[in-house]
């Protein structure tokens, strides 16, 4: 049985170390979020799996990583200072502000790129109101830009933005990358870092905040190969949610209408999840043609071209195809997907992360059934070999019974639990031969007996499955 609700990950997660409310011994700040000892470790192997995958296993990719504050003029040129907005209206009440587009698709009322004046008016022959039911305040465009100033002095400094997506920090170093990789169409760019959007209304944990991570890609092709490398991404992309678990059933592919459509793009589309509270999305495709690289010529300068290797005066703007990743958003998906509710026979219900192996925080815990020595001992020399002897990540765990240190690994999602007992030390006979360990699947529960020799062997027969 999946997650009977958001609640039930959220609380989770706090009791488990994977994530903490920002600020929370000062009462916290609104849909601020720290990842924990364990969200760390399940945040960073998303990204290393991204990376390998799309970045390393492959020939036409290099990495990049790019400032987060840029020169001003660099977000005039991609349209973010004109058009990077959402219409905000008020209640003249409680003062609470709302999207106007937000509160007419509730009503049924599509509102996609409509200005603040026509919103207004489907406001008033709707006669819509805000959830607390009072009058609204007329739309106004809000810039989702955060602002904050370069210099010791603010009045004398110029004003800067913390940049609201990755991927401008790879169009403005396009040249660059031409000049020192010397990369042949079709070629990407890829980057992982920090945005920061003002949003009116974030929510749903993790799902929308103001401060995030983004997994961007930005693939250069000719004009007339746009079309193949957009269905090829989509393909791509599709298969590496599946290969990390997440089920085909829970995920589906929406086309964005043209009139929903961003400026700069030929077309898009989600990649969507259904999420405790309906479907949203969790990818983006857009295929945003040659606007990016040009609007930087324009604004900078500076020319950004493509040369044909094989004919030197053929000189082009190349097109791009933009996957674009939400990190906090994946990572949110893989716990959704992985959390787990089993009754067990006994009557109880056991919660477990049931993540792909190559995601779990931590790959093996190992267990003393008992803190007394010379079995604690023995213990500290298996974690050792393991630790020394494999690149995995090892939690050594002696408090409480063995009984709810297992449910502690399954609820952190930990795919292998070694328990080291009085047999390992040749104390007891039944419980095993002496240099054996018990070594326990999370997921099938099954226990099987082996000689610490061969532990190794069969770890990595596990990880190759």
Not at 257 to 279: M, N, Q, R, V
Not at 359 to 378: T, Y
Request: with cysteine; charged share 30%; proline share 5%.
């Amino acid at each position: 049985m999946p997650a009977p609700s958001l609640d039930s990950i959220v609380s989770l997660c706090k009791r488990r170390g994977f994530i903490f409310p920002g600020s929370d011994i000062y009462g916290g700040l609104a849909n601020t979020w720290d990842y924990g000892p364990l969200g760390v470790e399940l945040k960073n192997r998303v990204k290393q799996h991204w990376w390998n995958t799309f970045v390393h296993r492959r020939t036409d990719i290099v990495g990049l990583d790019s400032a987060i504050l840029m020169n001003p003029k660099v977000w005039e040129a991609s349209g973010h200072v004109e058009t990077f907005s959402d219409p905000l209206v008020e209640d003249v009440k409680t003062n609470k502000r709302y999207r106007a587009d937000h509160l007419l698709e509730e009503q049924g009322i599509k509102a996609s790129n409509l200005d603040a004046d026509a919103m207004w008016k489907l406001i008033q022959e709707n006669k819509i109101k805000s959830p607390d039911n009072n009058e609204l305040t007329p739309p106004k465009e809000f810039n989702l830009m955060f602002k904050t100033h370069q210099g010791v002095v603010e009045e004398t400094s110029a004003m800067v933005y913390l940049r609201p997506e990755t991927a401008q920090g790879i169009f403005v170093n396009f040249a660059n990358i031409l000049q020192t990789m010397r990369p042949r169409l079709p070629f990407g760019v890829a980057q992982i870092g920090k945005a920061f959007r003002n949003e009116i209304t974030p929510g749903n944990f993790t799902f929308r905040t103001r401060e995030f991570e983004q997994m961007e890609i930005e693939y250069f092709v000719k004009p007339d190969g746009a079309k193949d490398a957009f269905d090829a991404w989509q393909k791509d992309v599709w298969n590496w949610f599946t290969v990390l678990g997440i089920d085909k059933k829970n995920l589906r592919v929406r086309e964005h209408d043209p009139d929903e459509l961003s400026h700069y793009s030929a077309g898009t589309i989600d990649i969507e999840y259904k999420f405790p509270w309906g479907w949203g999305e969790l990818f983006g495709l857009a295929n945003r043609t040659d606007y990016d690289l040009k609007q930087h010529e324009k604004f900078s300068g500076e020319k950004l071209l493509y040369t044909d290797p094989h004919d030197p005066k053929d000189k082009f703007t190349p097109y791009v195809i933009e996957p674009s990743f939400g990190c906090d958003r994946s990572v949110l998906t893989f716990l959704i997907e992985a959390y787990t509710e089993e009754e067990l026979d006994n009557g109880d219900t056991r919660i477990v992360m049931k993540f792909d192996k190559h995601l779990s925080p931590v790959d093996i815990a190992v267990l003393p059934l008992s803190k007394k020595e010379p079995l604690l001992e023995k213990a500290n020399e298996v974690r050792d070999l393991l630790m020394n002897e494999t690149n995995l990540v090892i939690d050594f765990d002696v408090t409480g019974s063995i009984g709810k240190r297992y449910r502690r690994q399954d609820e952190i999602g930990t795919p292998l639990a070694i328990t080291v007992d009085f047999g390992t030390i040749g104390d007891d006979k039944e419980q095993g031969e002496e240099d054996t360990v018990t070594i326990r699947d999370r997921d099938t529960l099954v226990q099987e007996r082996i000689h610490i020799s061969e532990l190794r062997e069969k770890i990595a027969e596990y990880w190759k499955k």
